[in-house]
């Protein structure tokens, strides 16, 4: 069956660490996404990517990074810059990139806790 | 930036009752979706309404959009247990592909 894995599901950071937060697609899908979500509050765009190799920051870049050099995968690291990192990380992928009326698949998230 | 609020923020119903929950939005869109999240998990898409429907239904799910007031809502009928989960819609807007989420509406049904 075709999806999105995220893993791992859950991750420990201690202060100063960077860590990288794995997403895999074989939807065969261009479009791939980062959405970070706080407790009970809605999604906000950390980073995406319309095509290899070229991504674009969203609304909440610093602090995080990203690479696209393969289009099944789209990790993401986040770095000892990024203050307030605890939080449920989501990554999402949509069909093509030419087409605006599509939906988006999300994995199952990972939800990162600084100790 | 938040594109969409949902209204109410929590709806407690019993099952069988309908549930209905509103979007507002800020600026001309080309598309608003809906999206269901479990706790803890991942979203899940429902549907798709585009910038010139008014109305759309996928089995027990209505969606009406009214641009000229810039909101949508979402009725989901003869709710179950199961339908319990957080609602948020998201819009998609001019050229850019990516979705701006709202905060969502967290739907409890009592059985």
């Known amino acids: 069956d075709g999806g999105i894995t995220q893993s791992p599901k859950y991750l420990f950071r201690k202060e100063g660490q960077n860590v990288t937060l794995s997403c895999e697609q074989n939807l065969n899908h261009d479009a791939m996404y980062w959405y970070r979500q706080d407790p009970g509050q809605g999604l906000r765009l950390i980073y995406y990517?319309?095509?290899?190799?070229?991504?674009q920051k969203g609304d909440i870049a610093e602090g995080y990074s990203v690479s696209r050099e393969k289009k099944e995968s789209f990790p993401l690291t986040v770095t000892s810059a990024q203050k307030n990192p605890t939080a449920f990380y989501l990554c999402a992928s949509s069909i093509h990139r030419d087409r605006r009326d599509y939906g988006y698949t999300f994995g199952s998230g990972t939800r990162l806790t600084v100790v | 930036s938040q594109q969409g609020e949902e209204d109410p923020q929590a709806l407690s119903i019993q099952e069988g009752e309908n549930a209905t929950m509103n979007c507002s939005y800020k600026?001309?869109?080309?598309?608003l979706q809906w999206y269901r999240q479990n706790s803890g998990r991942g979203l899940v898409h429902l549907i798709l309404i585009r910038s010139n429907e008014r109305e759309k239904h996928s089995g027990r799910l209505r969606v009406t959009l009214d641009t000229s007031k810039k909101s949508s809502s979402l009725l989901i009928t003869a709710s179950r247990a199961a339908d319990t989960a957080s609602y948020f819609c998201?819009?998609?807007?001019?050229?850019?592909?990516?979705?701006?989420f709202g905060s969502g509406t967290q739907l409890t049904v009592l059985p």
């Open positions: 990517s319309q095509i290899v190799n070229d991504f």
């Open positions: 600026t001309s869109i080309n598309n």
């Open positions: 998201a819009t998609s807007r001019g050229s850019a592909r990516q979705l701006t």
